[in-house]
């Protein structure tokens, strides 16, 4: 196997962030994915969005599970803590992370089998309990590890590369995520960067469970013509429902005056996410609104983008808990371990 390294050399003129770091400081390792995969822009997106952000990268908490998808961690965010599970357990060990340290920004990245089919009982789970993390699906239909199977996302009718058609209805995790209680949902193309971006930005600055369903094209297996999850045909058959951007706390915030409804929605950190809406039916806020808008846009065949779902006011698990402010990693032996008669009392008021 051959080993690429990266240039230790960086360009003179790379914009520096507030923290003196530059985008390459936010990268991982060179890519052995396949040229043209749609992971790897989903990486570059969280790389320009953590830069942009100012955010310090040993603060992030990188899990994920196992597929082309689950390897990409080791792309974004090399000064980071990073965990790879087992196939279909990320959340797992996300929600471990988490309630032992809420001061790290938790990252998952899953793909569509990781996800929707041996780890479908673990996303449902991970959504009902909020954990505050942004969860990310790249989402290309097949199991492009194991040469191309159909994956249980890949739509009914859509067909493989030697034209087999699939047979089955497909699981659309969108939909989970909203029936289930996710506070932040939104689907994406990797292709588009200029609405991912923004996306994981303000993902990544919301408290709760944060999902981001993103098509990412196989171009080894699922790009041709006959799949529903091709480039051409995110091209040609995607709307974008919630034009989102975000604005950092304390930047200035300038007018803009393209067509079209702006609605400001505070984050708890100061910060701002502006929503432009492209159909003026369409309430951001409501969640029955979005599951509906979602499901009547698959009769269709259309895939509907952008931001589909957001509570400003959302909770997270250690809400839920109550869990101290103090990270759980961080208590000493005295707190943890308080003595028999403190167990004493908790046995007596079960009595």
């Known amino acids: 196997m051959t080993f690429v390294a990266k240039p230790k050399i960086h360009h003179p003129l790379l914009t520096v962030n507030e923290l003196g770091l530059t985008r390459r400081d936010y990268e991982g390792s060179v890519s052995t994915l396949c040229a043209g995969c749609g992971h790897d822009s989903v990486s570059a997106a969280i790389v320009q969005a953590c830069a942009s952000l100012s955010l310090p990268p040993h603060k992030f908490a990188k899990v994920s599970g196992i597929g082309c998808s689950s390897k990409t961690p080791s792309y974004f965010l090399g000064n980071s803590h990073g965990f790879n599970a087992v196939h279909g357990r990320m959340p797992s060990v996300a929600t471990g992370a988490n309630l032992a340290n809420r001061e790290l920004y938790c990252v998952g990245v899953s793909g569509d089998g990781d ?21 990310i699906v790249d989402n290309n239909g097949t199991y492009g590890l194991t040469k191309g199977q159909f994956s249980a996302t890949n739509d009914l009718g859509s067909t493989s590369k030697k034209g087999v058609p699939n047979l089955y209805e497909p699981i659309d995790l969108v939909s989970m995520a909203l029936q289930i209680g996710a506070s932040f949902v939104a689907r994406s193309f990797s292709g588009d960067k200029r609405q991912l971006v923004p996306l994981i930005q303000a993902a990544l600055m919301h408290k709760g469970f944060a999902f981001i369903d993103v098509i990412s094209p196989c171009v080894a297996f699922n790009n041709h013509n006959g799949s529903t999850k091709s480039y051409d045909y995110m091209r040609g058959y995607s709307g ?30 100061g910060s701002t996410l502006r929503l432009r809406k492209l159909d003026e039916d369409y309430d951001p806020h409501d969640r029955v609104l979005a599951l509906s808008h979602v499901q009547r846009a698959a009769e269709n065949r259309e895939v509907v983008t952008g931001l589909l779902y957001v509570d400003p006011d959302a909770s997270d698990c250690h809400d839920i808990l109550g869990t101290p402010p103090t990270p759980l990693n961080a208590l000493d032996e005295s707190v943890l371990c308080p003595g028999a008669a403190a167990l004493e009392r908790v046995n007596a008021a079960l009595r």
Do not use: C
Request: proline fraction near 4%; charge should be negative; hydrophobic fraction near 45%.
């Open 240 to 269: 974008n429902l919630i034009d989102a951007d975000f604005i950092a706390a304390g930047e200035e915030i300038t007018a803009d005056y393209e067509p079209g409804q702006l609605e400001d929605v505070a984050m708890p950190d």
């Open 115 to 135: 996800s929707a089919s041996i780890g479908i009982g673990q996303f449902a789970h991970i959504v009902r309990r909020r954990i505050n993390m942004l969860y």
